[in-house]
């Protein structure tokens, strides 16, 4: 997928240090409500029981695919989008989180 060709893929998206630093799987992808227009909204993670949010990197979207291309099929579903996997080498599961009550 060419970067250029959808803003999406310029967008920020939050990587946790086990999968940007030591190469970790992504084993667990949220996409919540982006907090301005530089933001995807997307956060992939290693599937740890406890992230370090200090720890934390930022990459564009076309990064975090160009690491991880089977995550292209679902990088423009909406809001509220889980999508994970047991181990690198496991289908995809997508689910919506439910929003929380007011």
């Not at 995550?71 to 496991?90: H, K, M, N, Q």
Request: aromatic share 8%; proline share 8%; charged share 25%.
């Amino acid at each position: 997928m060419n970067p250029s060709l959808n803003p999406l893929m310029q967008t920020a998206a939050i990587v946790c240090r086990d999968v940007a630093v030591e190469h970790a799987p992504i084993l667990y992808a949220e996409r919540t409500e982006p907090e301005d227009a530089a933001d995807s909204g997307w956060q992939f993670l290693c599937g740890a029981e406890q992230e370090d949010w200090h720890s934390a990197q930022v990459w564009a979207v076309h990064e975090v695919l160009s690491r991880e291309p089977s995550l292209g099929p679902f990088i423009e579903l909406s809001y509220g989008t889980v999508v994970t996997r047991a181990t690198e080498d496991s289908p995809w599961t997508v689910s919506k989180r439910e929003k929380p009550e007011e």
